[in-house]
């Protein structure tokens, strides 16, 4: 058999998505692991997995005389480049985190056609890129909360930093508590029982979730502010406000991170220690919101 033909059986059965979904679950993984490990994600995964996904699509537009194979792979690529430049620069995610966004975005524009009747998600007529990003941040808040309690609990913090918590909510936002459950208390006589039902399930949601932002942002205060020593430093790292020798300014914040030439400059300044920002591990609940994308659908509409 030619060799062309046989890549085209192997095209229009629908193999080369298949082989990219593997290829990237795989990095996906690689990664995940590695971020855990080191909280560094190596250019070289985000950037084979642009390079793959783009090029097996390229290779399969053409075969197939199908331009818009690789345009939807171009445009996955350039809508999560915006998405991760805003996350980037908010300091939402880090560099590694932000370039692994734009290879997922390169791969899955649209749903696997191999897997639809395989797997049967619940993706209904909703744009499956936005499908990942809902569930990348659904089971990324989970995790971001499952991740800050696991600290707590290995310093023995966990009653303290609740309790404290709680303790500052009531007292900076009490008021706004009690004007909430007046209006509920006025509802439930005057209004339909479901709407009241709403209110007071709106009200618990907003003072559970309240708790858990104070939680999360005291773990971040205490626990992932860390002194180390300008060695150890890396590309990207976050420092704690401006860095000074003698109270004149030798490194300026950035959003961005500190770069390499920063890193060379503090070293050759024999500069011992820096405070910086450590981030929450987040490639991992990234690769568990694109397997659940990929197995499950979009986890709202499973939900409702």
């Known amino acids: 058999m030619d060799a062309k033909i046989f890549i085209k059986l192997i095209i229009e059965k629908s193999m080369i998505s298949l082989v990219l ?15 855990i490990k080191t909280r560094e994600v190596p250019n070289l995964i985000s950037y084979s997995l642009i390079a793959v996904a783009l090029l097996l699509k390229l290779s399969e537009s053409l075969i197939l005389n199908n331009l818009k194979i690789i345009g939807y792979g171009l445009l996955g690529f350039g809508i999560f480049f915006i998405l991760s430049l805003i996350l980037y620069y908010t300091k939402q995610w880090g560099g590694g985190d ?20 395989i797997l049967n998600p619940d993706i209904q007529n909703i744009p ?13 808040s989970i995790y971001s909360i499952i991740w800050c309690f696991i600290i707590l609990i290995k310093k023995k913090k966990t009653v303290n930093i609740i309790s404290n918590s709680i303790r500052l909510i009531f007292r ?10 007046l209006f509920f208390a006025i509802s439930f006589f005057f209004i339909d029982k ?12 907003s003072l559970f979730a309240a708790i858990l932002i104070f939680i999360i942002k005291d773990v971040e205060i205490k626990y992932l502010i860390k002194e180390i020593p300008v060695q150890k430093l890396t590309e990207g790292d976050w420092t704690i406000g401006d860095i000074k020798i003698n109270n004149r300014v030798i490194y300026k ?8 030439s920063d890193i060379e400059r503090l070293k050759n300044l024999k500069l011992k220690k820096v405070l910086i920002k450590e981030g929450i591990p987040f490639v991992p609940a990234i690769t568990l919101g694109v397997i659940a994308s990929l ?3 979009n986890l709202i509409l499973i939900i409702t």
């Open 194 to 205: 479901s709407i009241s039902l709403f209110l007071f399930i709106a009200i618990v949601f």
């Open 21 to 35: 979904t593997i290829f990237a679950l795989i990095l996906l993984v690689i990664a995940a692991y590695i971020d």
């Open 253 to 260: 914040s950035k959003n961005t991170g500190i770069s390499k």
């Open 128 to 140: 499956f890129l936005l499908t990942i990003i809902v569930n990348i941040f659904i089971i990324g």
């Open 172 to 181: 900076s936002h009490l008021k706004y508590f009690w004007i909430f459950s």
């Open 98 to 117: 932000a370039k692994l966004l734009m290879g997922i975005g390169a791969a899955f524009y649209t749903y696997p056609n191999d897997l639809k009747n």
């Open 295 to 297: 197995f499950v659908g």
